[in-house]
């Protein structure tokens, strides 16, 4: 069964940094590419940051772009995202989710997510 | 305010069919397949629709998804008590290289 397992997120003062995990099993992690989508308390959802198999592409959301640095390390089946700089509108739960490039490019698995409270 | 359009509330009652609208531009939905998600309360999304039209295994045929220009939707008959949910379509932008999704339309049954 794929599980996407999230980890890494708490409460952290503006202007701090965090690093999220996330663990794969139940599937080859090296052959998918994934991404990080946030949602703030009571708001929809936000894609902010996609890297592919090899880590030859990857792209973020202008909201986070600058201040956030997506990873992942193959051998340990894991997703990172290091997130620095943090803002209150940062808040939010954040998924990791695997990615279907072979039929479209959508998000075909989720994590439960880990919440990040940025508060002083 | 999200790039793709969505109403925030839908509502029917049990059996009935509903619809939930999903707006964007070329540089996504023109472009690119659409896609939709639902998630049930406090829980963490899952795929609904794929590719437009396409239905995971799993997921009951009450529910499809069609596109036209820049705009697609989701239509579920037999409306069922346990089908209330947030719903979110989204698709890939090429002028952002990433997703974008719609605002979300909380459906009551």
């Known amino acids: 069964e794929v599980q996407l397992v999230e980890s890494g997120g708490g409460l952290v003062q503006p202007g701090g940094s965090l690093r999220l995990s996330c663990v794969a099993s139940?599937?080859?992690?090296?052959?998918?590419?994934v991404s990080w989508v946030r949602q703030a308390p009571g708001k929809g959802l936000e894609w902010i940051s996609y890297i592919t198999s090899s880590s030859s592409f990857i792209s973020y959301a202008d909201s986070v772009k600058g201040r956030s640095t997506i990873s992942r390390d193959n051998a340990k089946n894991s997703l990172y995202l290091q997130m620095n700089s943090l803002r209150v509108e940062d808040t939010a739960v954040y998924y990791c989710?695997?990615?279907?490039?072979?039929?479209?490019?959508?998000?075909?698995?989720w994590g439960q997510g880990t919440l990040v409270t940025v508060s002083s | 305010q999200s790039v793709l359009t969505q109403p925030p509330s839908a509502s029917g009652t049990p059996g009935q069919r509903v619809t939930i609208s999903c707006s964007g531009s070329?540089?996504?939905?023109?472009?690119?397949?659409v896609d939709w998600y639902q998630q049930l309360p406090g829980t963490a999304p899952r795929l609904l629709i794929y590719t437009t039209n396409q239905r995971p295994s799993g997921v009951p045929d009450r529910f499809s998804g069609s596109k036209s220009g820049t705009s697609a939707s989701l239509a579920i008959s037999g409306l069922q008590s346990d089908d209330e949910a947030d719903f979110y379509c989204?698709?890939?932008?090429?002028?952002?290289?990433?997703?974008?999704f719609g605002g979300g339309t909380k459906l009551t049954v």
């Open positions: 989710a695997r990615v279907n490039i072979w039929n479209g490019y959508f998000f075909d698995w």
């Open positions: 070329r540089s996504n939905i023109g472009t690119y397949t």
């Open positions: 139940g599937f080859t992690f090296s052959n998918f590419s």
């Open positions: 989204a698709a890939w932008d090429d002028s952002l290289n990433g997703w974008v």
